[in-house]
């Protein structure tokens, strides 16, 4: 079984829930294989060189339709901190393929940066006005949170399914973790790699949930549908 893992901070509390969740050696054993950024991850398993892993929410889009997807995401509310929009010259960030299309959806021009690397750009300039929060206008426009990442898979549906339902029980409900706590000595090499504190990866962790309910689900619903009406194509194969 072939896992694609993103890496990014925003999937710690998951990472720590592999590692303590009873399954096979070889499944664990495979997990550092197929490590990337979320655009390279659609690839990957377009191209069924993967079998599951967290998806850009806009690449999961024939998984979600098809049933081959879990209630697992990578959620933020009202604000996230590593989707952002700069102040800089109208540009794609080739590592995320839904930020992007959200961008467009929001009718943003300015520069779009993801991940570990916006989250630097975030902690480090304290003039906010600077960029804009995607999550944050996402969620002032539809009053729903909004699914960066979504878990899918192309085979072994049974076993990725009672992953997710048993890793949606350890986490707790939304953002309450109730089960999984972040040793120092696995949060520290992000905190060292990234350039940011401790206490500013706790915070940020904060607004990370993974839980896909009923609005989350609705959440996909709308994004998938102002896809449709901008014309947005999902990524394909060929």
């Given at each position: 079984?072939?896992?694609g893992?993103?890496?990014?901070?925003?999937?710690?509390?998951?990472?720590?829930?592999?590692?303590?969740?009873?399954?096979?050696?070889?499944?664990?054993?495979?997990?550092?294989?197929?490590?990337?950024?979320?655009?390279?991850?659609?690839?990957?398993?377009?191209?069924?060189?993967?079998?599951?892993?967290?998806?850009?929410?806009?690449?999961?889009?024939?998984?979600?339709?098809?049933?081959?997807?879990c209630?697992?995401?990578?959620?933020?509310?009202?604000?996230?901190?590593?989707?952002?929009?700069?102040?800089?010259?109208?540009?794609?960030d080739?590592?995320?393929a839904?930020?992007?299309?959200?961008?467009?959806?929001?009718?943003?021009?300015?520069?779009?940066l993801?991940?570990?690397?916006?989250?630097?750009?975030?902690?480090?300039?304290?003039?906010?006005?600077?960029?804009?929060d995607?999550?944050?206008?996402?969620?002032?426009?539809?009053?729903?949170?909004?699914?960066?990442?979504?878990?899918?898979?192309?085979?072994y549906?049974?076993?990725?399914q009672?992953?997710?339902?048993?890793?949606?029980?350890?986490?707790?409900?939304?953002?309450?973790?109730?089960?999984?706590?972040?040793?120092?000595?696995?949060?520290?090499?992000?905190?060292?790699?990234?350039?940011?504190?401790?206490?500013?990866?706790?915070?940020?962790?904060?607004?990370?949930?993974?839980?896909i309910?009923?609005?989350?689900?609705?959440?996909?619903?709308?994004?998938?549908?102002?896809l449709?009406?901008?014309?947005?194509?999902?990524?394909?194969?060929?």
């Amino acid at each position: 079984m072939r896992f694609g893992k993103i890496e990014y901070l925003n999937l710690l509390t998951f990472d720590i829930f592999l590692k303590q969740y009873k399954t096979t050696s070889n499944f664990k054993s495979i997990l550092n294989l197929k490590k990337n950024y979320p655009s390279r991850l659609n690839k990957e398993f377009l191209y069924n060189r993967i079998d599951a892993g967290f998806i850009s929410s806009i690449a999961g889009i024939n998984s979600h339709y098809k049933s081959r997807t879990c209630k697992v995401g990578i959620i933020a509310n009202k604000e996230v901190w590593s989707v952002l929009l700069i102040d800089s010259k109208t540009t794609m960030d080739y590592q995320s393929a839904t930020s992007n299309a959200l961008s467009i959806v929001l009718g943003l021009t300015g520069g779009v940066l993801i991940g570990d690397r916006a989250l630097k750009y975030y902690y480090d300039n304290e003039n906010k006005l600077d960029m804009l929060d995607m999550a944050t206008l996402w969620h002032k426009k539809t009053r729903l949170p909004f699914v960066f990442g979504y878990l899918c898979f192309n085979k072994y549906g049974d076993f990725y399914q009672k992953l997710a339902i048993d890793f949606n029980k350890k986490v707790g409900k939304n953002k309450f973790y109730k089960g999984i706590k972040i040793p120092h000595y696995l949060i520290m090499p992000y905190v060292k790699n990234i350039g940011i504190s401790k206490k500013f990866a706790q915070q940020y962790l904060k607004n990370i949930y993974y839980t896909i309910g009923t609005k989350e689900y609705t959440a996909l619903i709308r994004f998938y549908r102002e896809l449709r009406l901008k014309h947005i194509k999902p990524p394909k194969r060929f």
